[in-house]
């Protein structure tokens, strides 16, 4: 099976659509991220690791492919972090498979699970309103998506174990 994020990539201001898809299947224990990924994305692989590590969760003894998609389209920054783990948390049942769909996601992790604020919300929260999805983002940057629009949905959250309980219905995550 494979669970897909949606996120962005940034050329300039402008927020472009990227699909990251997380598939987990039997073959050589590890993860590989793969569609144009710069070293930040690369490094991804680390904290989304250390992060589900420090949030009670463990990474499949599998092997897990993350294709960013469009491949062609480069990709940097550490902003994808929080969609790859969400991936990985949706491929392995810790959140409903199906709980990421209508949002776009962007944020980065720290090695404890937090989620910690990333440039270009605001241009992400404008994109992702624009195609009628809501945003999960950083509990900082919160504020500054909502200026995208008073009626978006918006889910700022501090840490995984939020997003996860959030998404499981046993804690409401306030508008920011």
């Known amino acids: 099976m494979v669970a897909r ?3 962005v990539a940034f050329q300039g201001i402008e927020a472009v659509p990227v699909d990251v898809q997380v598939m987990i299947a039997p073959g050589k224990v590890g993860m590989q991220i793969v569609g144009l990924a710069d070293k930040a994305v690369a490094e991804s692989r680390e904290r989304v690791q250390a992060a589900l590590h420090a949030s009670g969760l463990s990474m499949p003894s599998k092997k897990v492919t993350v294709n960013l998609a469009p491949a062609d389209l480069p990709k940097e920054g550490s902003h994808f972090d929080l969609p790859i783990a969400l991936g990985v948390m949706a491929a392995i049942g810790a959140i409903p498979h199906d709980a990421l769909q209508g949002y776009s996601v962007l944020g980065e992790l720290a090695l404890d699970g937090t989620i910690t604020a990333v440039a270009g919300v605001l241009p992400a929260a404008v994109a992702a309103n624009g195609r009628g999805h809501g945003l999960i983002c950083p509990a900082a940057c919160g504020p500054e998506a909502a ?6 949905e918006i889910i700022a959250a ?3 174990i939020q997003l996860a309980n ?5 804690q409401v995550l306030a508008q920011p």
């Open 147 to 152: 200026w995208a629009s008073p009626e978006m």
């Open 158 to 160: 501090a840490s995984l």
């Open 5 to 7: 994020v949606r996120t």
């Open 166 to 170: 959030h998404f499981r219905g046993s």
